[in-house]
């Protein structure tokens, strides 16, 4: 079962950023640039287009805002009305205009979009909290259009057996104590940890995509900061109908 998030929502941002040494703020930025048409992917500054973004478990919104400098019409869907609302702040005391955001509360194992209604869809260190994760992943692809790219960033334990039992001490034993003292919740941090060490990564992850039932190629994924994060993406296939 996933956490209630509507918990930490207010200390999820600077935990976030504690945790990673800032390194999230970097992962979400490479992100947004691999769910980007291929013209716009090495631009830094709003181009505006007609092209619609759903992130899934969009959070406090930081991939949202990042996706809007790229010019995408953003979509974010969460569980938490509580991120939600910090998620509506933000983009609020941001220089886009508030038609560029739609934020819903949603459940993105149930979607409550038309078929192919996204030129791309992102879910940024979310999917792994998934409870039936072939239903989500399917989910984010229905809504997909054909021809549009999936885009997932997730936590993942290193490869490396040298990188390994630091990270090891870290995210058990260093991560639950800092959120105990800094957001009053060690449950939350001790969940972080489990469900990172639970859940599919790499190759394995992509033969979960791979298995949706839907049509799509060019599946890859790519380790990040030692493997710690890793980036997917995957393309609907054009003739895709789901």
């Known amino acids: 079962m996933a956490y209630d998030f509507d918990k ?18 970097w992962w979400r930025l490479y992100g947004t640039r691999a769910a980007c ?16 973004v759903l992130d899934v478990a969009c959070g406090t919104g930081d991939m949202c805002l990042l996706l809007a400098k790229r010019g995408f019409a953003v979509t974010g869907v969460d569980l938490s009305e ?8 933000k983009t609020a005391l941001s220089n886009f205009q508030l038609s560029t955001f739609n934020f819903q509360l949603g459940d993105a194992e149930h979607l409550p979009f038309e078929d192919a209604s996204f030129d791309a869809v992102t ?9 039936h994760l072939e239903q989500g992943l399917g989910e984010m692809l229905r809504v ?20 390994r039992p630091l990270y090891n001490i870290y995210t058990r034993r260093i991560i639950p104590w800092l959120g ?43 380790r990040l900061t030692f493997g710690v994060c890793r ?5 609907k296939n054009e003739e895709a109908a789901g």
């Open 231 to 235: 980036l997917y993406v995957v393309c």
């Open 180 to 222: 105990q003292r800094l957001a009053g919740s060690r449950e939350a941090y001790t969940y972080l940890p489990q469900s990172i060490e639970r859940f599919p990564k790499g190759e394995a992850f992509l033969e979960r995509l791979r298995n949706s039932g839907f049509k799509i190629h060019d599946c890859r994924h790519r």
């Open 8 to 25: 930490i929502a207010r200390d999820y941002d600077r935990m976030n950023h504690l945790m990673t040494a800032g390194l999230d703020r």
């Open 144 to 163: 997909l259009k054909p021809g549009g790219r999936m885009v997932i960033l997730e936590l993942a334990t290193p490869d490396s057996a040298l990188v």
């Open 82 to 89: 509580e991120m939600l609302a910090i998620a509506r702040q």
């Open 123 to 131: 879910c940024a260190f979310g999917v792994r909290n998934f409870v």
């Open 37 to 52: 048409p291929r013209n716009l992917r090495k631009q830094d500054a709003c181009v505006p287009t007609e092209n619609k």
